[in-house]
T-cell receptor, first 110, second 112 residues
Framework: TQLLEQSPQFLSIQEGENLTVYCNSS?????LQWYRQEPGEGPVLLVT?????EVKKLKRLTFQFGDARKDSSLHITAAQPGDTGLYLC??????????FGQGTELSVKP | DAGVTQSPTHLIKTRGQQVTLRCSPK?????VSWYQQALGQGPQFIFQ???????QRGNFPDRFSGHQFPNYSSELNVNALLLGDSALYLC???????????FGPGTRLTVT
């Protein structure tokens, strides 16, 4: 069974701080995606990475796919209260199924 | 351009009953996937429909079944409901061959 492990599970920081969320697996994924989910809503796709070593930036968010395509990280610079939410990584395995990590609950206090 | 829509928003059922949840995909999408998300957890893949057939299935019992219609909309059926089936059920649509999936707001199912 392929698993994606996210760390940390919970993160509470002050506005303006930087943070990094990690997503790790022992398996190779065809692609990896990051989503953000707010309470009572479905996940919203932030980014898709497909190439080992790929780095993508979305304003203050930086996403990296590991060289071996087994891990990924999300770095947020100067976090704002609006960044609060559940961050989910998800990988497409060789069979095409999308497998989610358990999520990182981020709280940014003003 | 309408995104993914799901109905109903909330549902309360009793143990042993059956439930049907509905999903309309984003315009132009032909593939629908269903997920179960327990509180505090990431979504778990139930199954995926393409060309009106179940193409892939996760580790869910046969009590979970689905259907896709010619207009690409989909239904998720759950029979003999258990308390543990209480969760947020998410539908996601995509275009075959592309990685990006777009999620609906979900249906919150409570089994009492």
């Amino acid at each position: 069974t392929q698993l994606l492990e996210q760390s940390p599970q919970f993160l509470s920081i002050q506005e303006g701080e930087n943070l990094t969320v990690y997503c790790n697996s022992s398996s190779v994924f065809s692609s990896l995606q990051w989503y953000r989910q707010e309470p009572g809503e479905g996940p919203v796709l932030l980014v898709t990475v497909v190439t080992g070593g790929e780095v993508k930036k979305l304003k203050r968010l930086t996403f990296q796919f590991g060289d071996a395509r087994k891990d990924s990280s999300l770095h947020i610079t100067a976090a704002q209260p609006g960044d609060t939410g559940l961050y989910l990584c998800a990988g497409h395995n060789q069979g095409g199924k999308l497998i989610f990590g358990q999520g990182t609950e981020l709280s940014v206090k003003p | 351009d309408a995104g993914v829509t799901q109905s109903p928003t909330h549902l309360i059922k009793t143990r042993g009953q059956q439930v049907t949840l509905r999903c309309s995909p984003k315009s132009g999408h032909d593939t629908v996937s269903w997920y179960q998300q327990a509180l505090g957890q990431g979504p778990q893949f139930i199954f995926q429909y393409y060309e009106e057939e179940e193409r892939q299935r996760g580790n869910f019992p046969d009590r979970f079944s689905g259907h896709q219609f010619p207009n690409y909309s989909s239904e998720l059926n759950v029979n003999a409901l258990l308390l543990g089936d209480s969760a947020l059920y998410l539908c996601a649509s995509s275009l075959a061959g592309f990685y990006e999936q777009y999620f609906g707001p979900g249906t919150r199912l409570t089994v009492t």
